[in-house]
């Protein structure tokens, strides 16, 4: 018999299954709320605003396996140094799942499963995310198994990166739904860099949700490295909770050729004079989605928030960008900057760029502004006029567009790595052309 | 070494170069003058590989090569420069490494391989000397924010490091202040040898007098109306252009 069950009435199905196996208290009221408002709102479509650009339905057709195998077989597949040179504390999460605590100088890195035994933690997860205005967010809510908790502890100075591999089986088609908590504890410092692992070419959907608690004086920056086969597809919820005083550093790369990748990026500015800076740089490729959605609000007064993201859209990639930034009535001497630059650079690929502004305070200084345009003909005839080749001289431009997103990369391993990335995928466009 | 022979091109429909005649050998200095719009730039960019200029008729061969079946790198990597009448902006390229980059290709193209760190570093530095370029000026963006007489002179400054077969200079003169122009010219009287030539774009006999010509080319309408010597730029100085037009006019009848 074939059953043509859709992947939503799967889950509706698979929560009720687990009812009795589920845990009790806060977490449960947590899980349940978040099924509700799942199974009300169902899975994003595109006559939904903030979905118009990125259609879903065709990635969730897959016969998905709901809850990873434990998978043995990764034992040792995979080389965690894939940025060379990074210097880090390596966390490497198998299917989401990290086997131990990790314990580093002032920071305690956990196992979900055993930290949320802590019921300290209801004070932190989940706390913010508009699980009612984003199905997946709630769905991750509602099922998450699997992931990790860092705690850097009160003026704790993690004195190098925290590198999380996420490391995935695809050998059978799956959907994971990894958790994040990151908590900096006031005047502590900390960076964190994410990158991807797939093993296996059948489909995976990474539908991840991380929360990050900046407290009072701390600064944590997040790299967020999206590489991943042509056969992921990425929805991921990202909230960070900034309190007074706080430094908050964003830098995200969609990197090919996961042919989805739609990121929602929440900034809540919740105490006075925070500064925040969103950098992002997408370089899709092929029939590559990516999609970045980034909502700044200022609740407070006297905070400084930047964000400049910069696409090159290759061959029929498509590319969103919906940039919001809401400035809340008490949030007087604001100042709010956001820019979104894009360089076409074939006549098949498209970009939606939507920077948005709401003001309700007075006294405040915010710009945005958003432009398309194709890589300058007239510097490609100079640089080709002193004997450049033309692929190379392309290169050299598209470089120099995306320098001003690279340039702000601390950490020089990763810099290199992100630029050697580029030039490897716009030297594949050229062969492909 | 550039043999052009009746070069007709054309921009956006407009026909811009209407029979081009001329032959500049290895030791010699040409000087092309005439009136804002006559096609002396649009030359230099069919000579170059412009894209959107197309070539309707004639050929151009460069040192015993079709020319005009090269791409733009690889006449550049022949030995030919242009040093622009209006230089442009490239912000996010270093100075320094796009001129490395540079170099290295020609020195590909020649199977030759690329130029050690310690080499360059004192072929750029004799350079700057030369032209009395702005040390400060080779680490910024290529000419991101340069003063018009700063681009300029980064042009010669290229021209020095590349060392071409063929240098056209296309009203560099212009934006630079008199200190400038006797600099920018005596380099240039330096880097001339008798393997090496150059053409020079201008409205103005001063640069004349400092990059003595030895043969002087009036273009007009497309076309290469007089030829002479370096006599010819001081009496068009005296005269201007009208005495030139009349005949041209009344021949294309
Ligand atoms: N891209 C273009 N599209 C249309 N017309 C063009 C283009 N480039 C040049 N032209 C036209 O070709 C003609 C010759 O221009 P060119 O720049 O060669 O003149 P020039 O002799 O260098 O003048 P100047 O002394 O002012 O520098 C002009 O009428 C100009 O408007
Ligand atoms: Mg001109």
Redesign the pocket.
Known sequence: MITTTTLYDRFIDLYKENETSREEGWLKNLRDTAFEAFATEGFPHIKMEDWRFTNVTPFLKENYHLQPRRAASLHGRHNAAQIPSLDAYEVVLKNGMLNEDIAIPGVKISPLRTALQNSNFQHYLGKYIPIHKHPFAALNTAFFEHGIVIEVDKKAICDKPVHITHVYNAEEPVFVQPRILIIAHPGSKVEIVESLVVIGDKPLFINSVSECYIGENARADQYNLQIAPVNTHIVNFKQTIQQSNSLYNNHTYNLPEASLIRNNLHLDLNGVNTESHLYGLYLPGGTQLTDNHTVVNHLFPNCFSNELYKGVLRDSSRGVFSGRIYVHQDAQKTNAFQQNNNILFSDNATIDSKPQLEIFADDVKCSHGSTVGSLNKEALFYLRSRGIGEAAARNLLVRAFAFDVTDKIQIPAVKDYIEQVIIHKMEETHHEQ | MLNIKNLQAK??D?Q?LKGIDLQVNAGEIHAIM????????????VLTGRE??EVTGGEVSFDGKNLLEMSPEDRAREGLFLAF?YPVEVPGVSNINFLRTALNEIRAYHNEPPMEAKEFLRLTKEKQKLVEFDARLTNRSLNEGFSGGEKKRNEIFQLAMLNPKLAIL??TDSGLDIDALRVVSSGVNKLRSDKNAFIV?T?YQRLLEYIVPDFVHV?YN?RIVKSGTKELALELEEKGYDWIKEPAATASV
Do not use: R, Y
């Open positions: 921009v956006e407009k811009i005439g009136p804002n719009g006559s096609g002396k730039s649009s030359l230099a960019s959107n200029f009448q296309d009203e774009i409205h273009l497309g």
